[in-house]
Nanobody
Framework: HVQLVESGGGLVQAGGSLRLSCSASGRTFGSYAMGWFRQAPGPDREFVAS????????DYADSGKGRFTISRDNAKSTVYLQMNSLTPEDTAVYYC?????????????????WGQGTQVTVSS
């Protein structure tokens, strides 16, 4: 069983930066692909970024390309999301998620483990 705990959210002005962290319990963290998703008020959870188990490959939603960077440190069982040039449209609850495979995916339905989420609010 894997538990995921996000941190690093908060209130930031437009144009600012935040770094989200997701710490995982369990000794097999390095075997899982990881992803970040976000959910604004509403039913849909939106893909933000994903990273392969080794960190050798990453993928981003168009909304975050050039502004967001996902990375991982398997020795620390932690995945990060560096967010720069934030806009009010980035306001959401951000979730990290883990797949049961080494390859990443953009669909939330492909992820098995989920954190509790961390709120990111960007003021204009």
């Amino acid at each position: 069983h894997v538990q995921l705990v996000e941190s690093g959210g908060g209130l930031v002005q437009a144009g600012g930066s935040l770094r989200l962290s997701c710490s995982a319990s369990g000794r097999t963290f390095g075997s899982y692909a990881m992803g970040w998703f976000r959910q604004a008020p509403g039913p849909d959870r939106e893909f933000v970024a994903s990273i392969r188990w080794s960190g050798s490959s990453t993928d981003y939603a168009d909304s975050g390309k050039g502004r967001f960077t996902i990375s991982r440190d398997n020795a620390k069982s932690t995945v990060y999301l560096q967010m720069n040039s934030l806009t009010p449209e980035d306001t959401a609850v951000y979730y990290c998620a883990g797949r049961l495979t080494r390859e990443a995916h953009t669909s939330a339905r492909e992820y098995y483990y989920w954190g509790q989420g961390t709120q990111v609010t960007v003021s204009s």
